[in-house]
Antibody
Framework: QVQLQESGPGLVKPSETLSLTCSVS??????????WSWIRQTPGRGLEWIGY???????NYNLSLKGRATISMDTSRKQFSLRLKSVTAADSALYYC????????????????????WGRGALVTVSS | DIQVTQSPSFLSASVGDRVTITCRAS??????LAWFQQTPGKAPKLLIY???TLQSGVPSRFSGSGSGTEFTLTISSLQPEDFATYYC?????????FGQGTKVEIK
């Protein structure tokens, strides 16, 4: 059973860089074949997908973040990380890491992706 | 981006009631839709993926249906532990987008 745990500073100053790490535990080969994602949640904007990284190092980001986000991975340590630069108060949120896996429907020849495991969340406040 | 709109935003119901939540996508997303349940202080929990496939361990009173642009989540007989906020999410394209949530409250 894969488990995820976010860690990182809970307070970041405006214009600085937010850094969070997600540690993956459980299945010994748990980082292969999945998209490792970051999602944030605020009362005003709801749930917002930030981006993902695949085991190959390929990453995909929400363009709404205007190039401020970088996701990296260290498979040897079973961790992946988020860096969000030039933060403002609008980046204050509860940040979740999550695993996106796929199920292949052989009958329909379709892959269905879904987020099956989430961390408990890390609250980050941007304030001076 | 694909917009996902849920209705209603709030729902008041009693234990034992049949509850239906609707999710509409701004374009055809086939069956690439998931439903989550979130209780206060917890991460979203996957209930259904591929529009109608029940995630392992989720009670059978939860069901999902729909394809294209209109989807529904049904709870056949609401239990006390089901009072929560429910979200739909489209997985047809990136960025993945979520509905704004439906809060199910006790009547």
């Amino acid at each position: 059973q894969v488990q995820l745990q976010e860690s990182g500073p809970g307070l970041v100053k405006p214009s600085e860089t937010l850094s969070l790490t997600c540690s993956v535990s459980g299945d010994s080969d748990s980082m292969s074949g999945s998209n490792w994602s970051w999602i944030r949640q605020t009362p005003g904007r709801g749930l917002e997908w930030i981006g993902y990284i695949f085991q190959s190092g390929t990453a995909n980001y929400n363009l709404s973040l205007k190039g401020r986000a970088t996701i990296s991975m260290d498979t040897s340590r079973k961790q992946f990380s988020l860096r969000l630069k030039s933060v403002t108060a609008a980046d204050s949120a509860l940040y979740y890491c999550a695993r996106e896996i796929h199920y292949y429907d052989y009958g329909g020849h379709i892959s269905y992706w879904y987020f099956d495991v989430w961390g408990r969340g890390a609250l980050v406040t941007v304030s001076s | 981006d694909i917009q996902v709109t849920q209705s209603p935003s709030f729902l008041s119901a009693s234990v034992g009631d049949r509850v239906t939540i609707t999710c509409r996508a701004s374009q055809d997303i086939s069956s690439f839709l998931a439903w989550f349940q979130q209780t206060p202080g917890k991460a979203p929990k996957l209930l259904i993926y591929a529009a109608s496939t029940l995630q392992s361990g989720v009670p059978s009173r939860f069901s999902g249906s729909g394809s294209g642009t209109e989807f529904t989540l049904t709870i056949s007989s609401l239990q006390p532990e089901d009072f929560a906020t429910y979200y739909c999410q489209q997985l047809n394209d990136y960025p993945r987008t979520f509905g704004q949530g439906t809060k199910v409250e006790i009547k």
